[in-house]
């Protein structure tokens, strides 16, 4: 069965931030499902059902993925890496979503085919409309392929 | 017997005249040789050196060189010497040619060894000649003499025809003219003895008269005699003159030798600061692209949690918004507002350390460009306050980071917009360019409540705010910071001039673009 695949993975460490943008996800209208994640292990063994998240069909191929850099142990970039080279998993949008503004870390990603990279705004308005507006992007502009199950 | 003296006398001034010349002459090709830089040590250009010394100034047995290590490795003349090619001298079975050639090369002075049997023949000696380059001996050069040759190139005719001649190297007799013992020096006491000296030697010369010239020449001839004390007093002074002469030479070439290891040690020791210097200043630049990298990263993870602490207020005051007591809502305005100065001082911070770490090209641009984006990006605390700002015309272009400048210009248009007390009835300030010791100087100048002159360097320094700022409400501490920052980084100067009560002008300077 091919399906539009709807749900977003979230890899973010920082607690409050993954609540956070769960939270303007939501109040975007996006009734998707959001899974959260804590660090780069975690998201690969999501991606490729390993552990916890073997169960396939509960965790099936996420149509988006949100990606913060500063993981701890692997981080964000090996992760866009491994991704990236995979060829069931590169076709995901990746969207770096980060508090850094190192123009180091803003060239590796796209060095390895991030599609996007976005600053987590200070402020509470201009977060929500930030996610918003991916959110928009992403899951409802955006034309995405299909995926074989 | 006055004849005797005489000829004696002669014997004497040959000898030395001779012996002094060809130890001058050595000397100088081993100065010669080592004076190029680096010194060109060919065989070819040895050999061509010594044939010119062998043939012009007789009385050479053989020129040679030894390498450092002592070992005798090219000779002139081949004939006659080619024996000598190979010999190990610092290890030469004799001591007494041995050790002088150790000691030339310890105390890196010619030195001279006693008359001995030399290898090319014949009763002699050897002098050494370090040469020395670099405080290094790069070998030695040699000059053999056989005491024979010496002897033979100095004596005239009539003198040996006419006296029996024996020549002492300490008790040693290391020349005669004799085929066989003629003088029984006990029964014969009518002969002269004389000292010759030169340098490394000194030899006794002791002359008889041959039998049948004795006595009848001695007072015949008192016209001869005089010619002979007159010759004989003006080479006297030849050689005083000579010896003279070698000693200036020595004192110069010392000097000179002098002078030039002096130079050598001021040059080195200025290479090595300049190396220091070097470590140094890459030290500093690690240290401080260090620090702002540091700087860069604490400012990033001190976003983290305000990004934080905005999103929950928000989300409080959103979702429980109705719930909040009117007190709660205060102290929330109150958090906000910590968190928002903290935003704007660590974005203040970031740029800090951005500046000089990020370069963008460099442009020329005219400054009124500046000047109207800043009064425009301030246009609303400007119409708040109701603050005239006048620009004066015809505005140079300047040269640098665009982007920079204009942080420049906005941060002190900004500075004196804060420092303008609100109850001023005109506020103003003006912008604009002025000359300076032929340079071109900007300066924004307001009315404002001025500045303590010992506050004048302060204020540049991050989180240095006057005790007047306590009634401003806005700034952290960083903008005029980032001004001399920018303003050093362009290689132009900063400054202000002030007065209390009556208003401030901060000025600066840019570099002209490199032709």
Known sequence: MDYEPSNILLVEDEEAHAELTKRAIRKAGNANRVDIVSNGEQALDYLYNREKYADKKKYPVPGLILLDIKLPGIDGIDVLKTIKEDPGLKQIPVIMLTTSEREEDIVRSYEHYANSYLTKPVGFKAFEEKIAQVDFYWMILNKRPLIED | ?515
């Open chain 2, 1 to 515: 017997m006055r004849h005797m003296e005489t000829a004696s006398e002669q014997i004497r001034i040959r000898v030395e005249g001779l012996m002094n010349a060809r130890m001058v002459s050595l000397e100088i090709l081993a100065d010669r040789w080592v004076e190029r830089t680096p010194p060109d040590f060919s065989r070819k250009r040895f050999l061509e050196f010594a044939e010119n010394f062998y043939t012009h100034y007789p009385g050479f047995t053989g020129i040679n060189w030894i390498d450092p290590g002592g070992i005798v490795r090219w000779v002139f003349p081949r004939e006659g010497n080619e024996g000598f090619i190979g010999n190990m001298v610092s290890e030469h079975l004799n001591s007494r040619v041995r050790d002088p050639f150790q000691k030339a090369g310890e105390h890196l002075q010619y030195a001279t060894t006693p008359c001995a049997e030399l290898i090319q023949g014949g009763l002699g000696f050897h002098t050494f000649w370090p040469l020395i380059y670099n405080n290094r001996v790069q070998g030695y050069l040699n000059g053999v003499f056989r005491v024979k040759r010496v002897m033979d190139t100095c004596l005239a005719k009539n003198i040996l025809t006419d006296f029996w001649i024996r020549i002492y190297e300490a008790d040693r007799l290391i020349y005669t003219n004799e085929e066989q013992s003629h003088i029984n020096p006990k029964k014969d006491n009518l002969h002269v003895l004389r000292g010759i000296h030169f340098p490394g030697k000194t030899w006794q010369l002791e002359l008889f008269p041959k039998a049948d010239l004795y006595p009848p020449k001695v007072v015949r001839n008192p016209g001869l005699l005089a010619f002979g004390l007159f010759i004989s007093a003006i080479l006297s002074l030849l050689l005083h003159f000579l010896n003279h002469r070698m000693q200036m030479y020595r004192r110069a070439r010392d000097h000179a030798l002098h002078e030039v290891s002096e130079r050598k040690r001021a040059q080195e020791a200025l290479k090595k600061n300049e190396k220091k210097l070097e470590a140094l200043l890459t030290e500093l630049a690690a240290k401080n692209a260090e620090l702002e990298t540091f700087v860069f990263s604490v400012s990033h993870d001190l976003k983290t949690p305000i990004v934080t602490i905005e999103g929950f207020m928000g989300a409080l005051r959103e979702d429980f918004g109705n719930l909040i007591p009117e007190d709660c809502e205060k102290y929330l305005n109150y958090i906000g507002d910590a968190t928002q100065k903290m935003e704007l001082l660590i974005n203040d911070l970031l740029e800090l350390s951005r500046i000089g770490r990020l370069t963008v090209k460099k442009t020329e641009f005219p400054l009124a460009d500046l000047i109207e984006e800043a009064v425009a990006a301030l246009q609303p605390p400007i119409e708040a306050r109701n603050i005239q700002v006048t620009v004066t015309q015809d505005l140079p272009l300047v040269y640098g980071e665009k982007k920079r400048l204009a942080q420049v210009m906005e941060n002190l248009l900004s500075n004196a917009i804060k420092y303008i007390d609100k109850e001023n009835p005109s506020p103003r300030i003006e912008v604009g360019v002025q000359e300076q010791d032929d340079q071109k100087v900007i300066f924004v100048r307001d009315n404002g409540i001025g500045i303590e002159k010992t506050y004048f360097e302060k204020i540049f320094q991050v989180f240095q705010r006057l005790p007047s700022a306590k009634m401003i409400e806005q700034g952290t501490g960083v903008g005029l910071a980032i001004v001399k920052r920018v303003i050093e980084y362009h290689g132009g100067r900063v400054w202000l001039e002030s007065e209390p009560g009556k208003g401030t002008t901060f000025f600066f300077t840019l570099k002209n673009k490199e032709a």
